[in-house]
């Protein structure tokens, strides 16, 4: 053999170890292009390459063959046959076999296996980097893309200031445990996949657009903010066809936080948190399907949460204050009652029932500080009467969240006979109600106090939903007029006058009291004595008062307007 041949063949080799380098693929067609040239010219008829995947293929040394010449005049028999171990492990196995031509001599065999070695090891090498990506950023059991792939994009568009252009959407599967009561969890699971590639249909991939699994029924998609309306209406709501049937179909629809990405974040994290919070919101909160962040809504949650983690500290730290609102009649303007209502000083600050009733409200923390007041309201009522001061009755209000409680009425009387309080000193506000389950328990609740002597007021009428069934059925007391019906301008003066007189009239026919709450103005006061309302409570008399102040109120007892 001329040295010239060898050296040809030596340079060739280096050419197409440059080339493989630079490969980033299993077998392009630019490798089989360079194989087919090679093998010519050292008369190779076929090679090929066995990878193992896990030890059990390498045990039976079975594998998946990888074919990356075959001229089809390969002479069978196997000339070179060369294993790859790396780290004692066996991780392929490759064949070269003659195409019928002469022998190799020595020096083309110590080429051909350079060949071998540069080729396989370097195929192997993206082989591992594969399965070192996939296991870094693939979701193990459905394959998807992971949170580390979006992260690491999202991440790429920050330090190329492109992120601004781009949409967060995190969701979770709606009634994704009902899927799976209906359809069975693998089909379940299956229904979940496809709803997911269905949405990963719409994205573009050379943008860096992307839905990854979470975990769970949680995904995440990363998108231009042109694709979020129409993935917005998918996650409304699809229907996915799951069997042969023509009625195995089922709507999949989607809790999902929409955050469209400010030019001024500069981490992940600060996209993760926005569209989170938002997420939560979406599910516990307004229980919609697609929620967009806004700040306000977040800054809410946060507070929500805060009110929360404080409350039992703030209830061991005394850090909630009955204040009493005094009730007046205006027939001669003598204060009669006052309304308990609750006021939470923390560090000098008095924060007002609105941030943290409706919060405590979804829990049964409500119901901790109900008869927090309640046991405060009794404490002070039996000092007043301890200390010769004529008490007035005063209404402490009570959560609907009490309804369940088989035992309120119990409850309630006990703490009032704790202190010894006169049961006519109590009144019990409720708001309406709008269940047929609530009313019948809010019933129970006041038949059972009306006869232990305590009376019940409804607050707030007017808002709510069947007020009249329900106080044509139960025996309140006291009807409570909201204050939206004093309007705050005398151009509905008319307007009002009618309501009210339709209001007090019928109150009056079922025999009850009938008081009326935000009353600031004389013209208010005008509007309740024309249609005979002789009670009233509101900022005109006194806004809601510390303990001490409304002692003096107490003992002074008539108001001068
Ligand atoms: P509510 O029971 O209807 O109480 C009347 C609200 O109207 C009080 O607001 C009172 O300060 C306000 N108000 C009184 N006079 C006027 C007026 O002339 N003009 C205006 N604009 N407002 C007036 P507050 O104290 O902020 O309480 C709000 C709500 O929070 C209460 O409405 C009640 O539903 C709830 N709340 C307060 N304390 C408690 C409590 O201890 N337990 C429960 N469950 N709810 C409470
Ligand atoms: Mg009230
Ligand atoms: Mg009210």
Request: hydrophobic share 40%.
């Amino acid at each position: 053999m001329a040295l010239r041949d060898i050296e040809k063949k030596r340079l060739m080799l280096y050419d197409f170890a440059m080339k493989q380098l630079e490969s980033d693929e299993l077998c392009s067609d630019k490798d089989r292009e360079n194989i087919e040239e090679l093998s010519d010219e050292f008369r190779i008829g076929k090679c090929e390459m066995r990878i193992f995947n896990n030890g059990r293929d390498e045990q039976s040394k079975q594998g998946r063959v990888l074919r990356f010449y075959d001229s089809g005049i390969a002479d069978g028999r196997s000339r070179i046959r060369r294993e790859v171990t790396e780290d004692g492990s066996l991780n392929a196995i490759y064949t070269y076999q003659k195409a019928g031509e002469p022998e190799w001599n020595e020096e083309e065999q110590l080429l051909i296996d350079e060949f071998n070695r540069l080729f396989f090891l370097n195929k192997i090498r993206i082989r591992m980097r594969r399965l070192l990506s996939d296991a870094t950023f693939k979701d193990a059991s459905t394959g998807m893309p992971n949170i580390r792939y979006a992260t690491r994009n999202m991440a790429m568009l920050i330090n190329q200031g492109r992120i601004s252009e781009y949409a967060a959407i995190l969701f979770n599967i709606r009634g994704m445990n009902d899927i799976n009561s209906q359809v069975g969890q693998d089909m379940g699971t299956s229904i979940m996949v496809r709803y997911a590639n269905m949405l990963g249909e719409c994205l573009r991939r050379d943008e860096l657009e992307t839905i990854v699994r979470i975990g769970g029924d949680n995904f995440f998609i990363i998108c231009k903010k042109d694709r979020v309306s129409h993935i917005a209406e998918l996650l409304e709501g699809v229907i996915i066809p799951y069997g042969k049937s023509a009625g195995d179909r089922i709507v999949v629809s989607a809790c999902a936080g929409i955050y469209m990405i400010g030019g001024d974040v500069k981490a992940v994290h600060e996209i993760m948190n926005a569209v989170s919070s938002t997420c939560n919101i979406a599910h516990f909160v307004y229980k919609v399907p697609v929620l967009y962040y806004d700040e306000k809504l977040i800054q809410l949650m946060h507070k929500a949460r805060r009110v929360e983690s404080d409350f039992e500290n703030a209830v061991q730290d005394n850090e909630f204050h009955v204040f009493y609102q005094p009730k007046v009649s205006l027939k001669d303007y003598r204060l009669v009652g006052a309304e308990a209502l609750c006021r939470w000083i923390k560090d000098d600050n008095v924060i007002s029932p609105a941030s943290f009733i409706p919060v405590l409200e979804k829990s049964k923390r409500i119901c901790s500080l109900d008869f927090y007041m309640l046991e405060n309201v009794c404490r002070d009522i039996r000092r007043w009467i301890d200390d010769g001061i004529k008490a007035v009755p005063v209404s402490v209000n009570f959560s609907r969240r009490h309804l369940n409680n088989a035992d309120i009425v119990k409850d309630i009387i006990d703490v009032i006979d704790q202190y010894n309080v006169p049961h006519d000193l109590i009144e019990i506000e409720v708001t309406e109600t709008s269940t047929e389950s609530d009313f019948m328990q809010l019933k129970r609740m006041v038949v059972g106090l009306k006869e232990q002597g305590i009376s019940t007021a409804v607050d707030d009428f007017g808002t709510g939903y069947s007020s009249l069934s329900m106080i044509k059925n139960l025996p309140f007391k006291v009807l409570k007029i909201d204050k939206s019906f004093l309007s705050k301008e005398n151009a509905n003066f008319k307007y009002d006058n009618i309501m009210m007189k339709h209001v007090i009239g019928m109150a009056t026919e079922l025999d009850m009291e009938c008081i009326a709450e935000g009353v600031e103005t004389m013209d208010n006061v005008k509007l309740l004595m024309n249609n005979k309302c002789y009670l009233a409570q509101g900022y005109l008399f006194d806004k809601p008062l510390i303990k001490m102040e409304f002692e003096k109120r107490m003992i002074t007892s008539v108001y001068s307007i």
